[in-house]
Every structure is written in C-alpha cells, then in structure tokens.
C-alpha cells in the first residue's frame, strides 16, 4: 500500500497550516474525506436529488435505488445477515441513544445490571447512565488492568446472570487498546445478556464481521471511516430490532395511522422515520467502496507499522509519557511531562500538525489515569513515518518553548 500515493485522493492534506505542510493525525476525531466520497455527494445533489421511498418519478427512483444500495454496501462490508439489519442514523452516538431509549428502558428492570469499562466515551456511559436511572437498573464496571487491557478473568467476575447488557469500546479511543469482544461476548451470552458494542474506532480500520464477533449491537459512524459527517450505522441482530421499539415517530416509519393508534413499518424503516439521511448514507457507500479498494488488511497493516514506529520514537523523547498497551490501534495518547496538552497541541498547530488534547469525551478514563487531559496523535490510511517524525520534532520544539518559559 503506497500511502503517498493514496494521500493524492484527499485534496485537503495538500495545503500549508501555518507556514508549514499540512500534517493531519486527528482520525480519531474525524477522517478526512477522497475526491471520491465528495464527487459521489456531488453526483447525487447535481443528478439525482430527490426524497426516496416516496415518489414514483425517475429521480425519486435513482435516489431510492442509491440509497438502498448504500445499505447493501454496509450489510457485506460488516458482514450482517441481511439488509433489514442494517439501520442508518446520525451515527454512533445517536445508534447507542437509540439501544438505551428503544432497548434498554423497555426491558430493564430493577435489580438488572449494565456492565461497562472505565474506558468507554461518554456516548457509551451516559445512554446507560439514563436507562438506569429509568428503570433502576444497576451500573458495573469491568476493572481494567494497568496497561489499560481487560482481562477475560476480570470480565467473567464482573458479568453475572443479573447482568442484561454488556457495553463495551471495540477500540478504546484514548488507550488505543483493542478489546476482545468476540470472547466478552460469548461470557455475556452464557450469562443471558446482550453485547452492544461502540465500533467507532474499529470499522475505520480493521475488517468487522458482527456476525463472527457475535456481537448483538454494533454502532458506528460514516465521517470516521472516509464518510460524510451526520451519517452512522446501527447493526442489530434482526430478533431485537423486532422487538425493538422506535425512538422517533412520523412519516416513512409508519405502516397504518388511525385517529387513536398506529403501526410500524418493517425493518429497517421502522428506525427511519421523516426523510432520512440519503445523501449522507450514499457517501458512506462511496466511502466503503474506497475502503474495500485500498483493502483494510492494507489500512490496518500500514496503520499497525506507523503506531509501532510511533511509539518507538516518542519513547526516545525524554519527559514523555505515553497511555494504553503496546499493541494497540492506530492511536497515541500521550503528555509532555510540565506542558499542558492544549499547550502542547498549540505548540504543534503552529508546526502544521493537528493533534486532539482534552479529555476526549472520556472523563472517567482520564480520572482513572490520574490525569485531566491529555494529548492525541491518530493515524489513518493517508498518514506516513514523515508525519511521525514531524510529530516528534513539534514535540521536541515545545519541550524547548516551555523549558525556556518554565
């Protein structure tokens, strides 16, 4: 995989920030986007614009067709069962709300348990926090050990028959750790719960098969993985969506409507009600077909070889510490022992080179951490070793700034 090469097909990476050549590791937050992706949006707003499922004319048609086969796109490249378990929404925060108000509060019940980590995004810890406070439900948490990985063991101890629903981070996007959730899943299932899984950080670079993983929900999101922004995705096991109650109610999701009552459309529509996201979903079919192009065993290999030369660099820098396990996905999180994060990331900004620093939406974790914030560099398909060694000679340029302020 020729990364040079690919990074041609994102025209916004060919620009100075500052004096300096753009140098991009925010993946984390948001991927940037291929000419491919941005013409398939200006395809379908200059040729085909028009609401689907609707009309019978020729561009409501086109749309339709567009639309649903962006779904088809999804169901093969997460390898789902069918199309009907494939829901488009705004994405993964919205997919999880959807599980806590659909799921959640109608079958929880005092005394039940929701099992989380330490490690979570907020996206993935308030939804629960909310359905137990509805239902009396109790929350859990999976300790976690030093390096930031769980053990099966601690797992096996902390699910129990109480235990309804298991939430957990395909990849943790702080720690980078990469959890075993085909294993957690099979402890949830023995114990008679359901697994829900924030695949945020997983989808974009590594291949995803939810029906090997086994996993009950898996929610992801379109702008992380070469997409639009406002475009995600709720995988569901078919059984629960069925069971499954709508959170937004109105046109399209609705299969009769009397005066006094109403029923729901089938799967997947009954999730998607008013005019859903067509334009958004058919850029996320433009997205994967750009992912399966360039191969993800490529993204993840390359991805794989970038964080490891990373981590072998930064560890060279003196005063540096870095957060999460060794193996890890592309992501590392770090400080600069005496510079606050923001500092650091501004340091860098004026060097062309966007990190993320804050908390990351993922306050618990940074407690657990013993620290406030921290700094993040992510990796994606399009980044080089250049880019980290830039990123080490910006680090290197603030330790200086802030010994000579300090």
């Given at each position: 995989?020729?990364?040079?090469?690919?990074?041609?097909?994102?025209?916004?990476?060919?620009?100075?920030?500052?004096?300096?050549?753009?140098?991009?590791?925010?993946?984390?937050?948001?991927?940037?986007?291929?000419?491919?992706?941005?013409?398939?949006?200006?395809?379908?707003?200059?040729?085909?614009?028009?609401?689907?499922?609707?009309?019978?004319?020729?561009?409501?048609?086109?749309?339709?067709?567009?639309?649903?086969?962006?779904?088809?796109?999804?169901?093969?490249?997460?390898?789902?069962?069918?199309?009907?378990?494939?829901?488009?929404?705004?994405?993964?925060?919205?997919?999880?709300?959807?599980?806590?108000?659909?799921?959640?509060?109608?079958?929880?019940?005092?005394?039940?348990?929701?099992?989380?980590?330490?490690?979570?995004?907020?996206?993935?810890?308030?939804?629960?926090?909310?359905?137990?406070?509805?239902?009396?439900?109790?929350?859990?948490?999976?300790?976690?050990?030093?390096?930031?990985?769980?053990?099966?063991?601690?797992?096996?101890?902390?699910?129990?028959?109480?235990?309804?629903?298991?939430?957990?981070?395909?990849?943790?996007?702080?720690?980078?750790?990469?959890?075993?959730?085909?294993?957690?899943?099979?402890?949830?299932?023995?114990?008679?719960?359901?697994?829900?899984?924030?695949?945020?950080?997983?989808?974009?670079?590594?291949?995803?098969?939810?029906?090997?993983?086994?996993?009950?929900?898996?929610?992801?999101?379109?702008?992380?993985?070469?997409?639009?922004?406002?475009?995600?995705?709720?995988?569901?096991?078919?059984?629960?969506?069925?069971?499954?109650?709508?959170?937004?109610?109105?046109?399209?999701?609705?299969?009769?409507?009397?005066?006094?009552?109403?029923?729901?459309?089938?799967?997947?529509?009954?999730?998607e009600g008013g005019t859903p996201i067509i334009a958004g979903a058919i850029g996320l079919g433009a997205a994967i077909d750009f992912l399966q192009e360039v191969g993800l065993d490529n993204i993840e290999k390359q991805e794989q070889e970038i964080v490891q030369y990373a981590q072998s660099k930064l560890s060279e820098v003196e005063g540096i510490t870095i957060y999460g396990p060794v193996n890890r996905g592309g992501l590392i999180t770090f400080n600069i022992e005496g510079v606050h994060p923001h500092d650091t990331a501004t340091v860098?900004?004026?060097?062309?080179?966007?990190?993320?620093?804050?908390?990351?939406?993922?306050?618990?974790?940074?407690?657990?951490?013993?620290?406030?914030?921290?700094?993040?560099?992510?990796?994606?398909?399009?980044?080089?070793?250049?880019?980290?060694?830039?990123?080490?000679?910006?680090?290197?340029?603030?330790?200086?700034?802030?010994?000579?302020?300090?």
């Amino acid at each position: 995989m020729d990364a040079r090469a690919i990074r041609e097909q994102f025209p916004i990476l060919n620009q100075e920030v500052n004096g300096h050549p753009l140098v991009y590791l925010d993946s984390a937050a948001t991927s940037q986007k291929p000419i491919a992706v941005m013409e398939a949006l200006d395809n379908y707003y200059k040729q085909n614009n028009s609401n689907v499922h609707r009309g019978v004319h020729t561009l409501g048609t086109r749309a339709t067709d567009q639309y649903e086969g962006a779904r088809d796109k999804v169901k093969q490249f997460i390898h789902a069962s069918s199309t009907e378990e494939v829901i488009f929404t705004r994405g993964t925060t919205t997919s999880i709300n959807m599980i806590g108000y659909g799921y959640a509060r109608h079958f929880l019940q005092e005394g039940d348990e929701i099992v989380l980590t330490q490690m979570e995004h907020h996206s993935n810890i308030i939804p629960w926090q909310q359905a137990a406070k509805y239902t009396g439900a109790k929350l859990k948490y999976i300790p976690m050990e030093e390096d930031g990985t769980l053990s099966l063991d601690a797992v096996r101890s902390t699910i129990t028959e109480a235990t309804k629903i298991v939430a957990i981070a395909h990849v943790s996007n702080v720690l980078g750790t990469i959890n075993p959730v085909k294993e957690i899943a099979e402890i949830a299932h023995q114990n008679g719960a359901i697994i829900v899984v924030d695949g945020a950080q997983g989808v974009p670079h590594m291949k995803v098969d939810v029906q090997e993983l086994d996993c009950d929900f898996y929610a992801f999101s379109g702008h992380k993985m070469c997409g639009p922004t406002g475009v995600g995705v709720l995988y569901g096991k078919k059984a629960l969506l069925e069971k499954m109650e709508p959170v937004e109610f109105g046109g399209e999701m609705i299969d009769f409507v009397d005066l006094y009552d109403s029923t729901w459309k089938e799967l997947p529509w009954k999730f998607e009600g008013g005019t859903p996201i067509i334009a958004g979903a058919i850029g996320l079919g433009a997205a994967i077909d750009f992912l399966q192009e360039v191969g993800l065993d490529n993204i993840e290999k390359q991805e794989q070889e970038i964080v490891q030369y990373a981590q072998s660099k930064l560890s060279e820098v003196e005063g540096i510490t870095i957060y999460g396990p060794v193996n890890r996905g592309g992501l590392i999180t770090f400080n600069i022992e005496g510079v606050h994060p923001h500092d650091t990331a501004t340091v860098l900004d004026a060097e062309g080179i966007a990190v993320r620093a804050g908390h990351h939406c993922a306050q618990p974790l940074m407690k657990w951490l013993d620290v406030t914030a921290t700094a993040r560099a992510s990796f994606y398909l399009y980044n080089t070793t250049d880019d980290v060694d830039r990123l080490v000679e910006g680090i290197q340029r603030a330790k200086e700034y802030f010994g000579d302020v300090f």
